[in-house]
């Protein structure tokens, strides 16, 4: 019998339901707003650095979301009167994230049913397992940080290099021709001279020679092309960086 084959993903997410839902029936059940599990990390998190200006690209890395999800999720808490957002005096399209009143009792209520469920959590889990458990959890998120890091620098070449799509492609095409016409023309030469001039074949010299005049023509012309596409290409990009850079 084969054993079955241990996934970490579901695990995790397995993991991750089971402590959303137990926190929704104690949020329930001591009476307040409807807090999703995020909403709580962050409230602690702001609560925790409460003597710091936090602003919303801190959230985003420190739990690693995207611009748009802390969006949501700050907004969501506006509206339930837990955290503000206040204009900087240095910079006034800065705005950090601040808790309310309403939100640092909240946290506080909070606070108490996530000390009660990390308990829970860790009953009959030994220090060994808890520190093998954090080590592998941040390993596993490192990966995923690193992975996510690498597909995001390929969707950004792939973005950047879209308006160069044409010399991107063509450049090295123009480039292959080239080296297969100019290896092509010595054995077109040899031949002229094997079949056609030691066999006295003037057929075959005509037409392996017509073939031998075009390849001579396209290597020239292949050449001259990629080194077109590629300089346009290059000159395109390099005033493109010189506008980012001034």
């Not at 006034?92 to 506080?108: C, D, N, W, Y």
Request: aromatic residues 8%; proline residues 2%.
């Amino acid at each position: 019998m084969c054993e079955e084959h241990f996934h970490i993903g579901p695990q995790v997410h397995k993991m991750d339901r089971s402590i959303s839902k137990l926190l929704e029936a104690r949020v329930k059940a001591e009476g307040l707003d409807e807090v999703t599990l995020m909403h709580g990390w962050i409230l602690r998190y702001l609560y925790e650095h409460q003597d710091a200006e936090i602003y919303q690209k801190d959230i985003e890395k420190y739990f690693g979301i995207c611009r748009s999800g802390v969006t949501n999720i700050i907004q969501a808490l506006e509206k339930k009167g837990l955290v503000c957002r206040a204009s900087v005096a240095s910079d006034a399209r800065l705005k950090k994230v601040m808790l309310t009143e309403a939100g640092r009792e909240s946290h506080e209520k909070l606070g108490e049913i996530f000390k009660r469920m990390d308990a829970e959590l860790e009953e009959g889990i030994t220090e060994e397992e808890l520190q093998a458990f954090l080590r592998v959890t941040h390993k596993g998120s490192s990966q995923s940080k690193k992975n996510e890091r690498r597909e995001f620098m390929i969707r950004t070449l792939l973005k950047e290099v879209k308006e160069y799509k044409t010399a991107s492609i063509a450049t090295p095409i123009f480039m292959i021709l080239e080296v297969l016409f100019e290896t092509l023309i010595p054995f077109l030469m040899a031949s002229i001279i094997d079949k056609g001039v030691n066999t006295g074949d003037i057929h075959h010299i005509y037409k392996v020679g017509g073939i031998m005049i075009v390849a001579a023509f396209f290597r020239p012309a292949c050449r001259n092309g990629g080194r077109t596409l590629w300089s346009k290409g290059f000159y395109r990009f390099r005033k493109e960086f010189e506008k980012c850079n001034v």
